[in-house]
């Protein structure tokens, strides 16, 4: 092979250093014109199609977002008003929770409010309650003794219910519940 068909090292270099517009600058203006006309009508199709793309895709996710405002604004007023109720729950001052020799009683009078059979005794810092009452009952029952006297229930045992639809349970609350 002879030199002049072999591109020498100081060529690939300058080539290599060459930027890629430049080398499409080039490419294209080797173009005959009728080429050149063709590839920019391909470039603005192409571009064209895109942007009317990109448009369609804007419009439909201007929509949905359009949709799900209303949405979005009832969560955002449904947490404000949560707040403010939080913020007012905060600010309450927690009921003193009754005195320890005065639970027995409060508790018999509040289980013959609602029908059930309680003995209520103190043992130590603690309540222990025992009686029958059908379930969905004594559900509520508790639930008034933790609100309204400050008790937590720390134990409950219950066994089948009778005949009659109503259980028996042993209960065990301690005073000054949360």
């Known amino acids: 092979m002879n030199a002049t068909s072999r591109p020498s090292t100081d060529d690939t270099h300058r080539s290599a250093k ?6 499409l600058r080039a490419w294209y203006a080797a173009r005959v014109p009728r080429e050149r006309r063709l590839l920019a009508l391909a470039a603005a199709v192409v571009l064209g ?5 990109l448009t369609e895709q804007l419009v439909a996710e201007r929509e949905r977002l359009a949709r799900s405002l209303p949405a979005a604004r009832l969560a955002y007023l449904a947490m404000e008003q949560d707040s403010l109720g939080l913020a007012t729950l905060r600010e309450r001052v927690p009921p ?15 289980a013959r409010a609602r029908a059930i059979e309680a003995e ?4 130590g810092e603690r309540v222990e ?9 004594l559900v509520d029952w508790i639930a008034s003794l933790h609100t309204e006297l400050r008790l937590r229930p720390s134990r409950l045992e219950l066994q089948p219910a009778a005949t009659d639809g109503r259980a028996r349970f042993e209960a065990v609350f301690e005073p000054g519940g949360q």
Not at 18 to 23: D, E, K, L, Q
């Open 49 to 53: 199609g895109g942007l009317i793309a």
């Open 96 to 110: 003193t929770p009754p005195a320890l020799a005065t639970l027995p009683e409060s508790i018999r009078t509040a």
């Open 18 to 23: 060459v930027a890629p517009s430049a080398r």
């Open 129 to 137: 309650v025992s009686g029958r009452a059908a379930l969905p009952t």
């Open 120 to 123: 209520a005794r103190i043992a």
